[in-house]
């Protein structure tokens, strides 16, 4: 009789072992589809279409001049290292950008390449986009392009309708 109780002990430890070994795989489990989901609503692109408003800067005719330029619009979609800059006056031509969060005093997203073009875009949906690609990789000896800053509105869209 002692060895049959001593058996049934042992089930009775081995079914509570397993019972919790199952919850700690259920608990797991829970907290990696948790982070897995958080990670993919992360890594979702913004896209902003941003309506100019004004634009203005400097174009070089052998000497710096100030210009009005015609305001124009575009499309920003924001996804990191991996963001880029679609410009109405290129035909829709897709530029690549890399875009970070700032946030010191005022939250806002800044994305940037490497021939000079910079946009910072505010919460409220404000942006200026700054451009100094012909100044920064134009040879000195050649005529220099021009200078320009734009103001936009831009309103966030839903990325799943793209």
Do not use: Y
């Amino acid at each position: 009789m002692g060895s049959l109780h001593a058996l049934q002990l042992e089930s009775i430890k081995r079914s509570q072992g397993s019972r919790q070994h199952r919850q700690t795989i259920a608990i797991v489990t829970v907290f990696l589809l948790t982070l897995a989901s958080s990670f993919s609503i992360a890594q979702e692109p913004e896209i902003w279409n941003c309506l100019g408003i004004d634009g203005i800067g400097f174009r070089d005719t052998g000497t710096w001049g100030k210009q009005v330029f015609q305001p124009m619009n575009l499309t920003l979609t924001i996804n990191g290292s991996e963001s880029e800059l679609s410009l109405e006056q290129l035909d829709g031509a897709k530029l690549p950008l890399a875009c970070f969060e700032k946030g010191m005093t005022v939250s806002h997203t800044r994305c940037e390449n490497a021939s000079g073009m910079t946009i910072i875009l505010g919460e409220n949906g404000e942006a200026a986009l700054s451009m100094l690609m012909g100044v920064a990789m134009q040879p000195s000896n050649t005529p220099r392009d021009s200078i320009q800053v734009h103001l936009f509105q831009c309103s966030k869209t839903d990325s799943k309708a793209h």
